[in-house]
């Protein structure tokens, strides 16, 4: 065991290149304790919005939402349904997006995410049509406390698995 090691064991102190005290005195062990993340079931579910947050560097909207009054339990038989948070995302056109087409090639990206933010609104029943109206509602939080329905499915990206949502309107 090399010096370093050694401090690291019996609590050395930090000397400013990021050492920690007493990692030796911790107590865990990642292989016996893992456990996969408890997986939403697909379905449709009722929640609550708790918090809407815009977020510049990817031009969307995050919706955040608590399940409530949906009984059952996550993919572990455990962990209760209600209380756990999902996020659903809205994408915001952006400069160039007029010049690429979306995915199925029939639209630009600009166009796509129009519909889609119109469709999404008139599904929540919520006033959407410009960037001054989206801010309004950030800025005094008119969204959070709303009740919705969403819709959740267990998806696959990168290796793992994960839950997503796919849909969202008002309950």
Do not use: H
Not at 96 to 124: H, P, V, W
């Amino acid at each position: 065991m090399t010096e370093t090691t050694q401090d690291y064991l019996e609590g050395g102190n930090d000397d400013g290149e990021g050492r920690i005290d007493g990692i030796g005195g911790m107590n865990f062990d990642v292989e016996a304790e893992y456990k996969p993340e408890p997986l939403i079931p697909n379905g449709t579910y009722r929640g609550n919005v708790t918090a809407v947050d815009f977020f510049a560097d990817k031009a969307c909207i995050a919706w955040k939402v608590v399940l409530q009054d949906n009984g059952g339990y996550a993919s572990d038989g455990e962990t209760p349904l209600d209380g756990m948070v999902v996020v659903f995302r809205n994408w915001l056109p952006r400069e160039g997006d007029e010049n690429e087409y979306s995915k199925n090639g029939r639209t630009t990206k600009r166009q796509s995410k129009i519909n889609m933010l119109k469709k999404f609104s008139a599904g929540m029943d919520i006033n959407m049509g410009t960037p001054q109206k989206i801010g309004e509602a950030l800025q005094y939080g008119s969204w959070v406390g709303l009740e919705v329905k969403v819709d959740v499915q267990i998806t696959e990206y990168k290796g793992e698995t994960r839950n997503e949502v796919n849909k969202m309107s008002a309950a």
